[in-house]
RNA sequence: GUGGGCGUAGCUCAGCUGGUUAGAGCGAGGGACUGUGGAUCCCUAGGUCGCCGGUUCAAGUCCGGUCGCCCACCCCA
């Protein structure tokens, strides 16, 4: 063997039960932002660099240290993504959605970059599922959007407490830091290190230093939701209303701040304790002028993301492999060409299933019929309908049944001599080991 | 970017203060068992001991470097 290239350091193959993990999160989260009326989108992974110096701020760690940046051939200088919302909104803008939609709401799914330390819950190509939430002023919109991100957590099994803040809007936030810079430089002496460098590049990210003297002197410090302009405090107000008739629990939490520049009014965050210190599980908030910034209109938005590999940590070991499908064996080589009918009859069956549930066009079909009766050939349908294979190989029959089983079918349809010479099937059912027959002149129609 | 821990078979790990041919369990493949799986027993395959260099008569073991993994800081979803 010549030698073997590794993969790079903190990008992962996604492989087995955590593959599983990804394709449940995928599935759950497209079904129910659907269902709240959002259109599943598929955006750049490339874009260029100064998209997010503009849009996270040219003082977060993320574009000062964290970004994968190049120049192309064309000397363009671009980017991997490192968050979704910037490419979302410079989407909208340049296809100029705006005129013909009156809002618009999007959702993705895909893979960011950034370039930092891997750890539990973080590394450097990572997946994040999505929201964006185009034209919505009103703080019903931040209700639903909070509620759609609950209920995406609830259906995956994710206990995640929720987090909300008003970190205000540009007219009022300046006057906060502004006496936020003053009684934290009054106390500088004794923060922290990277408090004392947070305080000259970002001083709201003081406020959630996890140094436990750094706590105690933001306990003192002044709050944000004193500081309100009339707009963001009745905002705020009316967006806890909602989430108390939507009966959604959360906790006010005047230090939370996010990490990127862009966010105005509202943020939250729904947190787990399994995680270790990566905890934040799904993140997000208002962004209402992030698109006039881009150069876009004055359209107000929000949106959230979800680390989809931390809630695949957080739902792994709730997986359980069941059995699943259905294998033909066929004892020797020559019953293969049965086999194969048996195989294309089959599979072909569950098509007609999938139009009978929506129209009632049944009773053409004999077998059809005699499934409704028949609890075991119905649930043994049910199985075909989710997996049909062929084996690979031939080989001693205690071997083909031991390949069914460690590949967690649910059933085995075996095929010998007797089979093809009266022209049926033997359906095993490998969990409870009972046998039973089907007539092929039933699936021949 | 910083700090701590760790790299031996597909997986989990033994391998003493350097000493002959590198071990176990699980898993994989085969057999005992030619129309019926999960148990038991037997057999087999699979390792440049992460990689490079150094010290030594001798390195899986000691030293340096490097790459990767895990965890934490930082940062964030």
């Given at each position: 063997?010549?030698?073997?290239?590794?993969?790079?350091?903190?990008?992962?193959?996604?492989?087995?039960?955590?593959?599983?993990?990804?394709?449940?999160?995928?599935?759950?989260?497209?079904?129910?932002?659907?269902?709240?009326?959002?259109?599943?989108?598929?955006?750049?992974?490339?874009?260029?660099?100064?998209?997010?110096?503009?849009?996270?701020?040219?003082?977060?760690?993320?574009?000062?240290?964290?970004?994968?940046?190049?120049?192309?051939?064309?000397?363009?200088?671009?980017?991997?993504?490192?968050?979704?919302?910037?490419?979302?909104?410079?989407?909208?803008?340049?296809?100029?959605?705006?005129?013909?939609?009156?809002?618009?709401?999007?959702?993705?799914?895909?893979?960011?970059?950034?370039?930092?330390?891997?750890?539990?819950?973080?590394?450097?190509?990572?997946?994040?599922?999505?929201?964006?939430?185009?034209?919505?002023?009103?703080?019903?919109?931040?209700?639903?959007?909070?509620?759609?991100?609950?209920?995406?957590?609830?259906?995956?099994?994710?206990?995640?407490?929720?987090?909300?803040?008003?970190?205000?809007?540009?007219?009022?936030?300046?006057?906060?830091?502004?006496?936020?810079?003053?009684?934290?430089?009054?106390?500088?002496?004794?923060?922290?290190?990277?408090?004392?460098?947070?305080?000259?590049?970002?001083?709201?990210?003081?406020?959630?230093?996890?140094?436990?003297?750094?706590?105690?002197?933001?306990?003192?410090?002044?709050?944000?939701?004193?500081?309100?302009?009339?707009?963001?405090?009745?905002?705020?107000?009316?967006?806890?209303?909602?989430?108390?008739?939507?009966?959604?629990?959360?906790?006010?939490?005047?230090?939370?701040?996010?990490?990127?520049?862009?966010?105005?009014?509202?943020?939250?965050?729904?947190?787990?304790?399994?995680?270790?210190?990566?905890?934040?599980?799904?993140?997000?908030?208002?962004?209402?002028?992030?698109?006039?910034?881009?150069?876009?209109?004055?359209?107000?938005?929000?949106?959230?993301?979800?680390?989809?590999?931390?809630?695949?940590?957080?739902?792994?070991?709730?997986?359980?492999?069941?059995?699943e499908g259905v294998i033909i064996l066929p004892?020797?080589?020559?019953?293969?060409?049965?086999a194969l009918?048996v195989f294309?009859?089959l599979s072909?069956?569950?098509?007609?299933?999938?139009?009978?549930?929506?129209?009632?066009?049944?009773?053409?079909?004999?077998?059809?019929?005699?499934?409704?009766?028949?609890?075991?050939?119905?649930?043994?349908?049910?199985e075909v309908r989710n997996r049909i294979e062929l084996p690979n190989k031939?080989?001693?029959?205690?071997?083909l049944?031991?390949l069914a089983?460690k590949k967690n079918f649910a059933y085995a349809i075996?095929?010998?001599?007797?089979?093809?010479?009266?022209?049926?099937?033997?359906?095993?059912?490998?969990?409870?080991?009972?046998?039973?027959?089907?007539?092929?002149?039933?699936?021949?129609?």
């Amino acid at each position: 063997m010549s030698s073997k290239i590794t993969k790079v350091k903190g990008i992962y193959d996604i492989l087995g039960k955590e593959a599983k993990a990804f394709s449940l999160i995928e599935e759950t989260f497209f079904k129910l932002t659907k269902l709240f009326g959002y259109e599943r989108v598929f955006l750049p992974i490339l874009e260029r660099e100064e998209l997010f110096v503009r849009s996270v701020g040219d003082t977060t760690d993320i574009v000062e240290k964290e970004m994968y940046t190049f120049e192309d051939k064309g000397k363009r200088k671009v980017a991997l993504r490192p968050e979704g919302t910037a490419g979302a909104v410079r989407a909208y803008i340049e296809n100029q959605v705006f005129l013909s939609e009156s809002y618009t709401k999007w959702s993705y799914f895909g893979e960011m970059f950034r370039y930092e330390n891997p750890q539990a819950g973080r590394r450097r190509q990572f997946y994040q599922a999505g929201c964006e939430y185009f034209n919505a002023p009103l703080p019903t919109a931040d209700g639903e959007l909070i509620y759609l991100a609950s209920w995406i957590l609830k259906e995956l099994r994710v206990n995640a407490e929720l987090y909300i803040n008003n970190i205000g809007c540009e007219k009022c936030r300046p006057r906060y830091k502004a006496y936020l810079i003053d009684y934290l430089f009054s106390k500088k002496e004794k923060l922290c290190s990277d408090c004392q460098k947070r305080l000259e590049r970002n001083p709201l990210r003081v406020l959630d230093c996890k140094n436990p003297t750094c706590r105690d002197i933001v306990e003192e410090a002044p709050n944000i939701l004193d500081f309100l302009c009339e707009e963001c405090k009745d905002h705020f107000e009316k967006l806890k209303e909602i989430l108390d008739i939507l009966k959604i629990p959360y906790k006010v939490d005047p230090f939370l701040v996010r990490g990127l520049d862009y966010y105005t009014k509202t943020v939250f965050e729904f947190k787990v304790n399994s995680l270790g210190a990566q905890n934040t599980v799904l993140a997000g908030g208002r962004y209402d002028n992030l698109i006039k910034e881009l150069g876009g209109p004055d359209i107000p938005a929000l949106g959230f993301a979800m680390g989809v590999d931390r809630v695949a940590l957080c739902i792994l070991n709730l997986l359980e492999d069941k059995r699943e499908g259905v294998i033909i064996l066929p004892f020797e080589e020559k019953y293969i060409p049965f086999a194969l009918k048996v195989f294309k009859l089959l599979s072909e069956a569950t098509n007609i299933l999938e139009k009978i549930e929506e129209e009632i066009d049944t009773k053409k079909f004999l077998f059809v019929k005699n499934l409704m009766e028949n609890e075991k050939l119905r649930n043994f349908m049910i199985e075909v309908r989710n997996r049909i294979e062929l084996p690979n190989k031939l080989g001693k029959i205690k071997k083909l049944f031991n390949l069914a089983d460690k590949k967690n079918f649910a059933y085995a349809i075996v095929i010998g001599e007797e089979e093809v010479e009266k022209n049926f099937i033997t359906i095993k059912n490998l969990e409870t080991r009972e046998q039973f027959n089907l007539p092929l002149n039933m699936l021949e129609v």
